[in-house]
């Protein structure tokens, strides 16, 4: 047989098939014929049967392509098939089971489609429609999105602060809540007054303090509330109590901050997709049954990546978060992942010491967070270029005046420097690296070209003079 022939002869059995089935719906079918029509569909009788129990409407894919058999008209062709076996009610099976369990009869259909039908039993406790496709007017007519603080953090759906460990991450989410306690501005965003739960998992000793601080700083907190204790995300009935206590005391739409996400999994292997995907889990249903935000203070990476330390799939469920890092004594946060929002400023700020008590020893202390304004960030500089610099200052001081360097000599000291680092390249490896250094340095503004060959590097107090003069220039 040709291949135009077999096409042909395909052709003819799906139109057949097709006729057939629209016969069927009318009644028109006899016995001999269902059956035959049930075998072209290629389905074995148990399979048909345990499909149609599985869902109220079937489709069978054949020759070429699927074709509807209606539930009324598919019981039909089963009480055909199975006369002496009673009816018996549908049962609701999820898609993931229907697939398989078509498959462990032999079905030879590729695969079962379900449709959301419910059942006249299960309309009082199911949706109207599991899905609605809306139109574009319809997205557009939804509420807008609403903030906790403006531009920052969203007021429901889960969000993160994360850090290295030391560098403030709870001092800065105290004070960051406490404002949202009171509804007043948090570096000059605006908030909005919402009751808060602090969930504290570790530094328990310190809390107490840390409270007297906040204190201080902010007065009376009324909407602040704190639970000190253990708590396992893993474990349903500890998510349950806490869900009921903050319930029993709290409206919804209320914030939760988790302190720490290590805690509250301690034991969990991080970087398990099946463990972090658990704990989200568990994360969401607390969100959904407070109807609010959920703050994770969570740990970033050794490597400092802004994310939350472990598998991605917590970060991928993030609506936002802070991200935090320090200079020195001086610490900042920038928002991360605020969707849609504006892209967010790095903020400075440092640790404040106050006096909260005394004991035999003398003052007792802890911390509030404290804005700082007109920081100037350090340039970190890494690799070649970092080395370059030091090779020009140590080039400077082998001169007499000392301010300026011969790039010969720049070099010379450069390649000595960078051989030690990574001996054994080739060739121009080390030139190209002096050069790309070089270059680098000369577009951050970092060195000027004295004319010459010659170079200088420009200390702090001569960029600091090189900033100021190039903004009035551009001012100008």
Not at 434 to 448: A, E, H, I, N, Q
Request: net charge neutral; hydrophobic share 40%.
């Amino acid at each position: 047989m040709t291949r135009a022939q077999q096409n042909e002869k395909t052709t003819a059995k799906a139109a057949k098939t097709k006729k057939d089935l629209k016969s069927l719906s009318e009644g028109d079918l006899d016995g001999k014929e269902l059956l035959k029509l049930r075998n072209r569909a290629k389905m074995t009788q148990q399979a048909l049967a345990d499909a149609v129990k599985l869902r109220q409407s079937v489709i069978c894919e054949y020759e070429k392509g699927r074709r509807a058999i209606p539930h009324g008209n598919a019981q039909k062709l089963i009480a055909f098939l199975r006369p002496s076996e009673p009816e018996k009610p549908q049962v609701e099976v999820p898609v993931a089971k229907a697939i398989p369990a078509a498959e462990a009869q032999g079905q030879a259909v590729a695969d079962v489609v379900v449709e959301a039908a419910p059942t006249p039993e299960s309309t009082a406790e199911t949706p109207e429609a599991e899905y609605k496709l809306l139109t574009l007017d319809e997205v557009i007519a939804r509420p807008l999105p609403t903030w906790l603080i403006r531009d920052i953090l969203p007021d429901d759906g889960v969000s993160a602060f994360l850090a290295l460990s030391g560098d403030g991450k709870t001092f800065l989410a105290l004070d960051a809540f406490a404002a949202v306690s009171l509804g007043k501005p948090w570096f000059g965003y605006v908030t909005k007054k919402t009751p808060v739960v602090y969930l504290v998992l570790e530094g328990r000793w310190g809390i107490m303090l840390r409270y007297r601080a906040l204190k201080q700083k902010y007065g009376a907190l009324p909407d602040f509330r704190t639970v000190i204790g253990d708590f396992d995300l893993r474990v349903p009935r500890q998510c349950a109590a806490l869900i009921q206590a903050v319930k029993a005391v709290l409206p919804p739409g209320c914030v939760l901050v988790i302190d720490t996400l290590a805690q509250a999994s301690n034991g969990s292997e991080e970087n398990s997709s099946k463990e972090r995907g658990e704990l989200i889990a568990a994360i969401k249903r607390i969100q959904r049954a407070l109807d609010g935000l959920v703050v994770l203070i969570a740990h970033t990476p050794k490597d400092g990546s802004p994310t939350v330390r472990g598998h991605g799939n917590i970060q991928a469920d993030l609506e936002a978060g802070v991200l935090l890092g320090r200079e020195g004594d001086i610490r900042y946060w920038r928002s991360l992942k605020e969707r849609d929002g504006p892209e967010s400023d790095t903020h400075y700020f440092r640790l404040e010491r106050r006096v909260v008590g005394q004991d035999e020893h003398g003052d007792v202390t802890s911390c509030t967070i404290e804005p700082v304004y007109g920081h100037q960030p350090a340039t970190v500089l890494k690799g070649a270029t970092a080395l370059a610099l030091s090779a020009l200052k140590a080039a400077c001081h082998e001169e007499v005046d000392g301010d300026k360097a011969h790039v010969d000599a720049w070099e010379k000291l450069f390649v000595e420097r960078y051989s030690e680092k990574k001996p054994g390249l080739k060739g121009d490896s080390y030139r190209t690296a002096f050069d790309r250094g070089k270059k680098d340095l000369l577009d951050k503004g970092m060195v000027l070209d004295e004319g010459g060959g010659c170079y200088s590097p420009l200390w702090p107090s001569d960029m600091a003079g090189q900033n100021d003069a190039g903004r009035e220039s551009r001012a100008a």
